[in-house]
């Protein structure tokens, strides 16, 4: 019987569930993460602690999503290309060649992720800003001045001062305004909010561009982390896949003897034709 390979279906099962999670996250982020409100005792939470609390929960609904569809995937392969084996060893490889490498590569990384988010850079920084860059561009352009420092003009003197200052930081950080949203992420957004704000056209520094802004720099940040997890995800799967491959066929001893009589009931029925064919001399 040839070896029926799902890895395949592991894969797109598991871009599948990263797409939806993307999805499902892609406008989480709103102003109340920067408003602290009070709980039932009457406390002050933060907002920002209560956001961080809803990312950690999605994370793990979406951790256990994944090992559950992987499970069900590799107790299936075991299935399929081992039919007559013991099913209680096919659960229990499934479980350690699943569980195991999930749980030690995978959740390792959620957990790299979550405790050094400067790593998301490695794809945010590029494949998340050519999706948010247009955007952005757009954004950036409709709030702020012209931020050549030549045609900063003011009658309040402190004002050209300070407006010249943010400018140039905006200068020496990007070179580029259209590319400073690579610099804005959720932890340091107030920061960067509160620097652009002297550059911006009157009326332009309200909520719902605050927000855009936000949302913005949120997407491109939770790119970056979906990419990361894709990337592990499919060493994984490659892994498990590779580990079910080699993963021979174990039988119980009832089965094995099952085997054993049909063998040698197969064999006594051959050597009853044999031994029932006549051989006749032709000379």
């Known amino acids: 019987m040839a070896y029926v390979d799902l890895t395949s279906v592991a894969i797109v099962s598991f871009l599948f569930i990263n797409a939806a999670y993307l999805y499902r996250r892609w406008n989480a982020a709103t102003l109340d993460m920067f408003i602290d409100k009070p709980n039932e005792k009457g406390d002050m939470v933060s907002g920002a602690k209560t956001f961080a609390y809803s990312e950690y929960f999605s994370m793990v609904i979406y951790y256990v999503i994944v090992v559950a569809v992987q499970f069900g995937i590799n107790i299936g392969s075991l299935m399929i290309n081992c039919p007559n084996g013991s099913k209680s060893n096919n659960v229990v490889a499934a479980v350690m060649i699943t569980f195991i490498p999930w749980a030690l590569i995978f959740a390792s990384m959620i957990v790299i992720l979550i405790l050094f988010p400067g790593f998301k850079t490695a794809f945010s920084n590029v494949i998340g800003y050519y999706v948010v860059a247009g955007s952005a561009d757009t954004l950036l352009k409709e709030m702020l001045v012209d931020t050549n420092i030549e045609s900063i003009k003011s009658e309040d003197k402190e004002t050209q001062t300070k407006l010249r200052n943010t400018a140039e930081t905006i200068l020496k950080i990007c070179g580029n305004v259209s590319v400073f949203i690579n610099q804005i992420s959720p932890s340091n957004f107030t920061e960067y909010w509160e620097l652009l704000t002297p550059l911006m056209k009157p009326g332009q520094a309200t909520d719902d561009n605050k927000l855009k802004l936000l949302s913005l720099s949120y997407q491109r940040d939770k790119i970056g982390e979906v990419l990361w997890l894709i990337y592990t995800g499919i060493l994984v799967i490659s892994y498990t896949q590779f580990k079910l491959a080699a993963q021979p066929c174990v039988k ?26 006549v051989y006749m001399d032709t000379q």
């Open 252 to 277: 119980t001893p009832e089965q094995m003897q099952a085997d054993q009589a049909s063998y040698i009931a197969a064999q006594t029925k051959q050597d009853e034709n044999t031994n029932d064919t």
